[in-house]
Structure formats: structure tokens, C-alpha cells
């Protein structure tokens, strides 16, 4: 039986594909329709769900909206963009259920790992924030942007060290 995960604020789907490949039964929910989520699927409040439904799940993902805290969003319209960081992580922690929240670089994250696609060999330049239940203490190895500057010149390739994928 594989072990069963909510997805909060799901979008449309890449986390929970994400945790699908790693063996996770996912259902995910937000308050936007997303026709094209791939698994089972609710149009709802994060928090109200959560707190209706959490008792269902071994483990619950959440990534709220980032705006607020997104270095590409204007300083002046941050207000204009809900602040549910918290307030998820709180109703997390009242679950008592292991969780995984994820954020931008710039939202208000203590205690937090830091990601980025290129850890993992992918040609993905994207920096992340996790906080975790049970808290995580190292990253699975150093962030490696080299290979975006082997890129421009193709002589280099074979000197610069390419991640490992393991």
C-alpha cells in the first residue's frame, strides 16, 4: 500500500508528480479549478481541507502562493498578495503529521533547507526553500551552476565537473 500525500495549493501538478514517481498516492488540492491536475483532485480552501481532512494523509506537501515574497514581484503590489505562509505552517504543526512546506528564496522560512534543480543534474536554476517535519539538517550536495557557463563554450564541457545523479 503506498503511502498516501496531500498536496496543498497543488497548482497544476508538479510536485504531486514528483511524489507519485517516488512510490506517494497523491491528491491535491487549491482553490483554482486545475482540470489538468493528474491525480484525484479537490477545488477547495488549503486550510479548511487540511483541517477537515488531514487525519487521511501520512504525510502533506504544501507550497502557498510565493508573490508576496518573489523577488520578481514589485515592492509596490507584495500587499496585494496573500500572506498564508504561516498560517499553513501553523495548521501543519497541529496536525502532528509529517510535512513539507516549500517557498521562494525571500519568504520568511527559519530552520529551512535550501534546493535547487541542478543538485539533482537537472538543467533547472531555481533556488527553494523547504521547511520540514521532521526537520532536515544537510542538502544532498552543493548547488552547481558551472554547467550553465560550460554551456557557452563547448570546450569546456569536459573540464567542469558535471553533478552526480546519485
Do not use: W
Not at 533556488?127 to 560550460?150: D, E, G, K, Q, Y
Amino acid at each position: 500500500m503506498k503511502p498516501k500525500l496531500l498536496d496543498l495549493y497543488c497548482g497544476g501538478g508538479g510536485a504531486g508528480m514528483g511524489y507519485s514517481r517516488a512510490g506517494f498516492e497523491v491528491v491535491g488540492v487549491d482553490k483554482n479549478p486545475q482540470p489538468h491536475y493528474p491525480f484525484e483532485f479537490h477545488q477547495a480552501d488549503a486550510i479548511e481541507y487540511l483541517t477537515k481532512h488531514y487525519h487521511e494523509f501520512d504525510v502533506i506537501h504544501a507550497s502557498p502562493p510565493c508573490q508576496r515574497y518573489s523577488r520578481i514581484t514589485k515592492v509596490s503590489s507584495t500587499k496585494n498578495h496573500p500572506d498564508l505562509l504561516q498560517t499553513t505552517i501553523n495548521a501543519l504543526m497541529e496536525t502532528k503529521k509529517p510535512y513539507i512546506v516549500e517557498n521562494v528564496v525571500g519568504a520568511p522560512m527559519t530552520n529551512y533547507l535550501m534546493l535547487c534543480g541542478t543538485m539533482f543534474g537537472l538543467r533547472v536554476f531555481r533556488h527553494r526553500l523547504f521547511v520540514t517535519n521532521p526537520m532536515l539538517f544537510m542538502s544532498p550536495r552543493s548547488c552547481n551552476h558551472l554547467i550553465a557557463l560550460a554551456m557557452v563554450d563547448v570546450t569546456e564541457i569536459n573540464i567542469i565537473q558535471k553533478p552526480n545523479l546519485l
